[in-house]
C-alpha cells in the first residue's frame, strides 16, 4: 500500500522571530536544523524509506528535506522541486512582526488574514524590500501579489494529481518536504475536512506525518511520528 509522510520544514528564522514569512526565502535556525535531523533519525527508526521526495523552491523546505536525508542515509533519492508546494503569499503581511501586525489593525483583524479559508492578506506592493519577481528561480511564474489558503490550495492540488498522486499510485514512497500552509492544503484533501475546519489544524514545525494510503489514495490512516 502506498505510504506517504509530509513534513514542515523545522523552525526558520523568521518563525523564531515571529514574522509573516511567505514566499520570502528565509533559512532554518539551529533549532529547525536539529528538528529536520531528527526527522530523519525517527523516520529510520521506525522503518520508513522512499523512492522520490518532493519539496519547495524555498530553503527552509530544501534543507528540511536534505538534512533527514542525510539523517536516514538517503540523500541520492531523486527530487523534485516545485514552486506550487512553497507557503502561502503573504502579501503585504510578508516581514512584518505578527504581533506588531496585530496592534496596529486588531487581533481580530490578522486573524482573519491569517486563518480565514478565503480571504487573503492586503496585495504586495510591487517593488517592496519582499518582492520576489525578480528571483531568478520564479523565471516565467505568475507571482500572487497574495494568497488564502483557498488560493494556495488551487495551486497545491493540481500539482498532487499531475505528478504526486502517479508516484504513489505506481506504488512508491513518497516524502513531502513543504511549508504550513502547503501541506495543510494536502491534508485538507486527502483527509476531507472542511472548509472551515481546515484553517484551525496546526502543522507543527520538523514532525512526520504518515498518511497510509488505498490504491486509490483514500486515506486509511493519518499519524505523527512523535508521541502526542
Keep these: ?13 523568521w518563525n523564531l522571530e515571529n514574522r509573516f514569512t511567505g ?68 502579501g503585504g503581511l510578508t ?5 506588531a501586525t496585530a ?4 487581533a481580530e483583524q490578522v486573524k482573519i488574514w491569517r486563518r480565514s479559508f478565503d480571504i487573503p492578506p492586503p496585495p504586495q506592493q510591487p517593488g517592496g524590500p519582499y518582492d520576489v519577481t525578480g528571483d531568478r528561480r520564479y523565471a516565467g511564474i505568475a507571482i500572487p501579489s497574495a494568497e488564502s489558503l483557498k488560493d494556495t490550495i488551487g495551486r497545491v492540488l493540481p500539482y498532487w494529481e499531475a505528478r504526486i498522486a502517479p ?10 518536504s513543504a511549508h504550513g500552509n502547503s501541506l495543510r ?24 506525518i504518515v498518511y497510509e494510503l488505498a490504491h486509490d489514495l483514500t486515506a486509511t490512516d493519518r499519524y505523527y511520528l512523535y508521541e502526542r
Excluded at 516581514?95 to 504581533?99: E, F, P, S, T
Excluded at 508516484?167 to 513531502?176: D, M, Q
Aim: with cysteine.
Design 167 to 176: 508516484e504513489l499510485k505506481a506504488g512508491r514512497r513518497v516524502v513531502i
Design 103 to 106: 496592534a496596529r489593525h486588531g
Design 1 to 13: 500500500m502506498p505510504t506517504l509522510v509530509l513534513i514542515r520544514h523545522g523552525q526558520s528564522v
Design 95 to 99: 516581514g512584518l512582526d505578527k504581533a
Design 23 to 90: 514566499w520570502w526565502d528565509v533559512d532554518l535556525t539551529r533549532q529547525g536544523e536539529i528538528e529536520a535531523k531528527a526527522a530523519g533519525e525517527l523516520m529510520a527508526a521506525k522503518g520508513l524509506d522512499f523512492d522520490f521526495c518532493f519539496t519547495s523552491l524555498q530553503t527552509r523546505a530544501i534543507k528540511t528535506l536534505n538534512l533527514a536525508l542525510e539523517a536516514m542515509g538517503r540523500l541520492w533519492l531523486p527530487v523534485e522541486k516545485d514552486w506550487r508546494l512553497n507557503e502561502r503569499h503573504y
Design 185 to 208: 492544503a494536502l491534508v485538507k484533501h486527502l483527509s476531507g475536512i472542511p472548509d472551515d475546519e481546515i484553517p484551525t489544524i496546526e502543522i507543527p514545525t520538523g514532525e512526520p
